[in-house]
């Protein structure tokens, strides 16, 4: 589980990096790459909870 934790820090990290630093000028395309980001983030969670219940029921 710590692999999937370092991960997530790193994906957490690389948005606010992004938010903070490298934000596009045109407010859609922003807009269009933080729910991209956004979206792989709670993809991300959604799999790390998938595989903690899979760990669980064994």
Do not use: H, W
Not at 9 to 37: H, K, P, S
Request: glycine letters at 2%; proline letters at 2%; a positive charge.
């Amino acid at each position: 589980m710590k692999p999937q934790l370092i991960i997530f820090a790193v994906l957490i990290a690389a948005f606010l990096i992004y938010n903070f630093f490298f934000q596009l000028e045109d407010d859609r395309t922003n807009t269009v790459v933080n729910i991209m980001f956004a979206s792989i983030l709670f993809g991300y969670i959604a799999l790390m909870a998938y595989s903690l219940l899979k760990k669980m029921k064994k």
